[in-house]
């Protein structure tokens, strides 16, 4: 379906997805429609504009009943007794935090006395109660040594952080986790416009464009541990998939394994979003032809087709830091050695952005006539109660006002050339100790398959201004097409 099939004035642009838009799953399933595949109950899901299946993950297109692939993945099974369970499963038990539920899974010779999720000691060591079957693995390339070495280097590098907070993490040891992804390859097709502009202030052309285009990414990791935060994950992105290999039990030998808690069915939302990210990136493409271009989001469509999951175990060496009652997590890509997490600022620091965010508001203006006024009514009240002692006193008062606001002016307008030129804080001092950006769409995006592109413009507005000589505007003929 290309955009030309839609009309173009339906805001959402998907007339199935706004109709389903507030009904409840079960409303639909009295008239849904089994799947062509395993017999089961398919269900409209919104994010993906199409009908998913639950049981096996297959997505097919509402009205066609095309498939578009499928986020299902090869199934566990429920353990009953030892007859599931593979000889390496056997090999195996789960690491189980009393405190915040975390689960591990480690080979026979390998021990945990500290949880690296919340660091707690309180752990129940169990048999494995599931079957546990990763189809790919990236092995561990940095060592425990690096990885505490590249991650001390790295939180050196960051600023600002509280007293003591640097010497906490070196006393930290890390823990190797193989944290459980999903890896999605896709095309994802997506309906772009907008209105660009053309020309000067004499004349201007006003086009409505409209853009489809399907493009194939490969790859997308989606962790699917609820204990380690997206976030963390997505900033120790990419890994480099030319080192995935099929899983064989020896690499986990040594080695904590997180077992996943969420399948792709179960986090639609997520790989949808981040794939809509992807589509929206491209607005730079069309926004390039024009002088100016305005994106109109609302029209803004993405779906998804060739769906496919992998499950890969992804190598990251991982910490909890428990700095003051608060607990900070840090990894350490296990492939690249990039580290990455969300460092504390100190709170000195918290005190200096407040001030700066302060001296960057208009407010300040008003330290001016407060400063001027206290100044006047200081030396007319020293004057007038030159000889009263508790006259002085109010007056010592207003005195102490006018310091105050003085102070106040001068951090204002001196003190932001002092943080920003002086001392070079720069101007991202707010978040500059936040999570690295997760990397785009170039890192995903498949160029050994074809992408499509067709653009389409249409002449909206042609905007002719007369001017006098100084340049003022006096007459406008707008022609509609
Ligand atoms: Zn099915
Ligand atoms: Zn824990």
Redesign the pocket.
């Known amino acids: 379906m290309s955009w030309k099939d839609r009309p173009f004035n339906s805001v959402g642009t998907d007339p199935l997805k706004n109709k389903m838009k507030g009904q409840g799953k079960e409303s639909l399933s009295a008239d849904s429609s089994k799947?062509p595949?395993?017999?089961?109950n398919?269900f409209y899901e919104p994010e993906l504009s199409g009908l998913l299946?639950p049981?096996?993950?297959?997505v097919y297109s509402p009205d066609t009943m095309e498939s578009r692939g499928s986020l299902?993945v090869t199934k566990e099974h429920d353990y009953v007794g030892d007859v599931d369970m593979s000889e390496d499963d056997k090999k195996r038990h789960e690491i189980i935090c009393n405190s915040c539920g975390g689960t591990l899974v480690a080979d026979e010779d390998t021990m945990s006395t500290m949880c690296p999720f919340c660091g707690s000691p309180a752990l129940i060591t169990r048999r494995m109660s599931r079957e546990f079957k990763p189809d790919y693995i990236i092995p561990f390339k940095i060592d425990k040594d690096r990885a505490e070495s590249l991650l001390n280097e790295w939180i050196s590098s960051r600023k600002n952080t509280p007293l003591g907070f640097k010497k906490k993490c070196r006393m930290t040891h890390m823990t190797a986790i193989y944290v459980p992804a999903w890896l999605v390859d896709c095309s994802i097709n997506s309906d772009l416009s907008g209105t660009g502009k053309n020309g000067n202030s004499m004349v201007r052309d006003f086009i409505e464009v409209y853009s489809n285009m399907k493009f194939f990414v490969k790859g997308v990791p989606f962790d699917a541990s609820l204990k380690i935060p997206n976030k963390l994950m997505e900033a120790a992105e990419p890994f480099d998939y030319s080192e995935m290999v099929k899983f064989e039990s020896k690499y986990l030998q040594g080695f904590y394994a997180n077992k996943y808690d969420q399948l792709p069915t179960e986090m639609v939302d997520r790989i949808v979003g981040r794939m809509d990210r992807f589509a929206r990136s491209t607005t730079d493409l069309l926004a390039n032809k024009y002088d100016e271009f305005e994106d109109r989001f609302d029209k803004h469509f993405t779906w998804l087709s060739d769906i496919s999951v992998k499950y890969c175990l992804l190598p990251v060496w991982f910490v909890t830091v428990d700095f003051k009652g608060e607990k900070h997590q840090f990894a350490v890509n296990g492939q690249t050695g990039e580290a990455c997490g969300r460092v504390p600022v100190s709170d000195a620091c918290t005190v200096r952005n407040k001030l700066l965010s302060l001296s960057a508001g208009p407010w300040k203006f008003v330290t001016i006539p407060v400063a001027v006024a206290l100044i006047y009514l200081c030396c007319f009240l020293t004057a007038a109660f030159y000889s009263n002692p508790a006259g002085l006193f109010f007056v010592g008062f207003l005195y102490v006002l006018l310091f105050l606001d003085l102070i106040i002016l001068f951090l204002s307008f001196a003190g932001n050339i002092l943080f920003r030129k002086v001392f070079d804080f720069g101007n991202k001092e707010y978040d500059q100790n936040d999570y690295d950006k997760d990397p785009g769409l170039s890192e995903y995006y498949d160029s050994s398959r074809k992408t499509e592109r067709t653009v389409s413009e249409k002449l909206l507005r042609h905007v002719v201004s007369i001017t006098d000589s100084e340049g003022r505007v006096v007459e406008t003929h707008s022609l509609e097409l």
């Not at 595949?37 to 089961?40: A, E, I, P, Q």
């Not at 049981?55 to 297959?58: M, V």
């Open positions: 799947c595949t395993c017999g089961s398919i299946c049981n096996c993950g297959n299902g």
